[in-house]
């Protein structure tokens, strides 16, 4: 088995071992890995955060040892908590990294940082004054990043700020935590889930007070919510349908 880490600000993984193949997720600077299968010019990995497993540019990335990725895994994460911070190799250049890198491996890629740095579990009213900081980010199917960012993207990375872990995408993250039976049940920072025609959970959001949700359609917006779903407060309609809300914390 070998390892890698992420030493660039944002990797993209993908479905399929091609530059051209779909964009799953992203592998931002710091996430660390399994390397599950490599060829040539790209490799299939296991990312240790939340097992999501995809096809990376051989180029993107670092080889570590079994050790160093043992050693990662057991630490509690350090996270960059600065929209966009930099930081700095050996050789004095500066590298952009953005908000919710891990910093785990600066000493073992030899970089510095001194922006801030958030690490530990935070209360649960502090959920959604953090979704707050992706606000207007532009959707982006398989983003991560401020600079484009998916439903499940998002709430995975608010979550993971707050010290908190959610699977990947928004079916994975419909099967945690405590399902509601009413949405009077709820508190801000609970997550609320969404199906297709075909009983499919394709989206996800995050509960706010007075009935409001925060979520990302077409970039990260704020909308009503009611027993129906979600209702687009431009559109003036109602664009997602109501599957299940899940207490998570």
Sequence with gaps: MQYGICSLSVVPLRNEPADTSELVTQVLYGDFFKVLEQRKHWSRIRIAFDSYEGWIDNKQYLEITED?????????????????????????????????????????????HDGNIIEGTIEKEHIVQTAFLYLNAPYLWGG?????????GFTQMVYKLNGHKLLRDASQQATQGEALSFIEESEPGDLA??????????????????????????????????????????KRMHTHKLRVIKKII
């Design 68 to 112: 160093n990725y043992n050693t990662l895994h057991k630490e509690p994460l350090k996270l960059s908590f600065d929209l966009v911070e930099f930081i700095q190799d050996s050789n004095g250049q500066l590298h952009p990294i953005l908000i919710g890198s891990s910093l785990n491996g600066l000493s073992l890629l030899n970089h510095s």
């Design 144 to 152: 991560k990043t401020p600079f484009g960012i998916d439903c499940s």
């Design 193 to 234: 889930f969404f199906d297709n025609s075909e009983g499919i959970i394709t989206h996800v959001g995050i509960i706010m007070k007075d009935n409001y949700i925060i979520h990302a359609h077409g970039k990260v917006r704020i909308d009503r919510l009611d027993h129906s779903g979600i209702y687009n407060v431009d």
